[in-house]
Nanobody
Framework: QVRLVESGGGLVRAGGFLRLSCAAS???????VAWYRQPVGSQRDWVAR???????NYNDFAKGRFTIYTNNAKDTVDLQMDNLKPEDTGVYYC?????????????WGQGTQVTVSS
């Protein structure tokens, strides 16, 4: 069973930075790893996604401020978030997708809270 654990969330002032990490167990490779976020009372939005070939894509609000990358030293997929804004506040989730024979599967982590104060 695939299990994801996010870490690195916390409280930071506007303009600051955080680095989130997503660690997986139960499987060593995925077709895609993505970060999502969910502010209180809002829907979950996609933030960034990375492919096995390290091709990265970002939602418009993340472009130029966030970087998703594979951290080979830690065996995690990290999300470096710079120049944070209060509107970046929310629970950040890691999401993975993979094919199991002819069935596409996915999994979510439990989330990590990011709070940006003004």
């Amino acid at each position: 069973q695939v299990r994801l654990v996010e870490s690195g969330g916390g409280l930071v002032r506007a303009g600051g930075f955080l680095r989130l990490s997503c660690a997986a167990s139960g499987r060593s490779s995925f077709d895609a790893v993505a970060w999502y976020r969910q502010p209180v009372g809002s829907q979950r939005d996609w933030v960034a996604r990375i492919s096995p070939r390290n091709n990265a894509n970002y939602n418009d609000f993340a472009k130029g401020r966030f970087t998703i990358y594979t951290n080979n030293a830690k065996d995690t997929v990290d999300l470096q978030m710079d120049n944070l804004k209060p509107e970046d506040t929310g629970v950040y989730y890691c999401h993975v997708e993979w094919w199991d024979y002819d069935e596409q599967k996915s999994a979510w982590g439990q989330g990590t809270q990011v709070t940006v104060s003004s």
